[in-house]
């Protein structure tokens, strides 16, 4: 596909759950990056992959938070043991070479009920 | 205070008007990023900047790095403008992840 594609656009799930939210970024782009935006806090930065380095995961607020991305490419957000504050639109964005511009994809809302 | 400020947070006007949204931010950066949301949609790009100026149909972006300030103009609003545009920074240090503004929500009317 042309552009950065996030699945499942909505997932609804019980408090305590584990979730597991997917990205696919354009072919090429060697960086990827994870935010959350909420009704309270805008946008925030969770994580961000380039190219083989160690992922800089400063913006994860709990360690109930994990993503990987395997070779390279696709990359996976793990929520475990989700809470009612963990409802946000998940969204992902994979550029080039940073600093280079950021395509965002449709993004995934989570629900905690 | 946060490190990204926008101005003004709400902004509505008159399809054909002229449009400022400013943004200021207090950190030293390696780029800056103009973004667009619309109701119910995603995010879109607009500019990527790190001096100067730049321009692309109706709308301009410029930054001024020492004053640590840029502008997103939009000429000849359309009510199809109506959107949030999000002011986004690379800090210097963090090779590409953004720390956003709290965005100025645009309303244009016909």
């Known amino acids: 596909g042309a552009g950065v594609s996030q699945s499942p656009s909505n997932k609804v799930t019980e408090k305590g759950k584990d979730v597991e939210l997917r990205c696919d970024p354009i072919s090429g782009h060697t960086a990827l990056y994870w935010y959350r935006q909420s009704l309270g806090q805008g946008l925030e930065f969770l994580i961000y992959?380039?190219?083989?380095?160690?992922?800089?995961k400063s913006g994860l607020p709990s360690d109930r938070f994990s993503a990987e991305r395997t070779g390279g490419s696709v990359s996976t957000l793990t929520i475990q043991r989700t809470q009612q504050e963990d409802s946000a639109v998940y969204l992902c964005?994979?550029?080039?070479?940073?600093?280079?511009?950021?395509?965002f994809g449709p993004g995934t809302r989570l629900t905690v009920l | 205070k946060n490190e990204v400020e926008q101005s003004p947070q709400n902004l509505t006007a008159q399809e054909g008007e002229f449009i400022t949204i400013n943004c200021s931010y207090s950190v030293g950066i390696s780029a800056l990023h103009w973004l667009q949301q619309h109701p119910g949609g995603g995010i879109v790009s607009l500019f990527m900047?790190?001096?100067g100026k730049k321009k692309h149909g109706r709308l301009i972006a410029t930054i001024n790095i020492q004053e640590k300030h840029s502008s997103l103009h939009i000429t000849a609003s359309h009510p199809r403008d109506s959107a949030v545009y999000i002011c986004a920074v690379i800090p210097g240090t963090s090779y590409g992840k953004l720390t956003f503004g709290q965005g100025t929500i645009l309303t244009v009317h016909p």
């Open positions: 900047l790190s001096s």
């Open positions: 964005a994979s550029s080039g070479v940073p600093p280079d511009t950021q395509y």
């Open positions: 992959f380039q190219g083989n380095s160690a992922p800089d």
